[in-house]
């Protein structure tokens, strides 16, 4: 387990203590006998863009605030120019309203949605790529003893998937250090919790990577380098579409990453090999992270 100090390390870490996000359940496991385990709670959050309701999703319910704007801003209804006036949540009835100085209608967009495979918030619409036109992310180089470092300290940080499992993650990285650890019952929930607290903090991912738990997917990696994060990186595996979005927009993709292993399928000219992974550490089974349903 992280220690203090390495949880001090984070701007944001996950709250496996906070009682509102886990419930305790009575129940049997295999042999009959009687078990008492923490499950993640789910929680319905409706965001609105102004006076227009835009989804209901299903999330943990911590940092609504964030989630509402990354959701906001990774399915392209928010742009860099659009100018927030305000983020209100509203516990009583599970609602955020993010407020524009310009009122646009999205009318035609919402007409155009369809359902992804993944999940909880698996939404894309219709003309989701359109912000990956003309872009290509910058060529950042990444040291695999950054990337080392960074399995070793996520999976060892308290968190929710430790407490009570059915839960993915995802973490904003710099270098070898990890900043900002967001959970959720879905990887899309988690990765807009991460654009939302970017968005609200403005801060730029040029220097960024991007750790998940989840599948390496083109939503994935859309949303990844629509957050212009030049690096992602799974413990997952991929899909054939996700891998050639990344190496279009020049995203270096890192999957399968457990222990001394990993597989890179786009950006392998941007990794600096400066730890021989003889002298990594081998992951124990008591921290071995499964992202769960990926």
């Known amino acids: ?19 509102r996000l886990t419930r305790a359940v009575d129940g049997f496991d295999e042999t009959g006998a009687p078990v008492h385990v923490s499950v993640v709670e789910e929680r319905p959050l409706t965001i609105f863009l102004n006076k227009r309701e835009i989804v209901t ?19 392209g209804m928010l742009s860099d120019d659009d100018q927030i006036t305000g983020v209100d949540y509203d516990e009583d009835i599970d609602t955020v309203v993010v407020r524009t100085e310009v009122v646009t209608d999205y009318e035609d967009k919402l ?34 003893s950054w990337l080392y470092a960074l399995a070793q300290k996520i999976n060892r940080t308290p968190s929710l998937y430790l407490e009570a499992g059915a839960i993915h993650g995802t973490v904003l990285c710099q270098e070898d250090r990890p900043l900002v650890y967001m959970e959720d019952v879905g990887r899309h929930n988690a990765v807009d919790k991460v654009a939302g ?9 040029a220097d960024k990577i991007l750790y998940t738990t989840g599948r390496l997917t083109s939503e994935m990696v859309i949303k990844t380098a629509q957050m212009g994060i030049p690096v992602l990186v799974s413990r997952s595996g ?15 993709l890192i999957g399968r990453m457990r222990g ?17 992974p003889a002298h990594v550490m081998r992951e124990d089974r008591k921290h071995r992270r499964k992202g769960a349903g990926a």
Not at 113 to 128: Q, Y
Not at 198 to 205: I, R, Y
């Open 1 to 19: 387990m992280a220690t203090e100090d390495k949880l001090s390390d984070y701007l944001i870490a996950p709250l496996p203590a906070d009682p």
């Open 57 to 75: 999703a299903m999330t943990i319910g911590d940092y609504p605030e964030y989630l509402a704007l990354g959701f906001l801003r990774n399915q």
């Open 111 to 144: 007409a155009r949605k369809t359902r992804t495979s993944g999940c909880a918030v698996g939404t894309v619409f219709g003309d989701m790529m359109e912000g990956l036109e003309g872009l290509t992310l910058p060529a950042a180089p990444l040291k695999t």
């Open 197 to 205: 607290w970017m968005l609200s903090e403005s801060v730029t991912g």
């Open 238 to 252: 991929f899909t054939a579409w996700g891998v050639e979005i990344a190496r279009e927009v020049g995203l270096t």
């Open 260 to 276: 001394q292993r990993f597989t890179c399928l786009s950006g392998e000219d941007r990794l600096i090999r400066d730890m021989d």
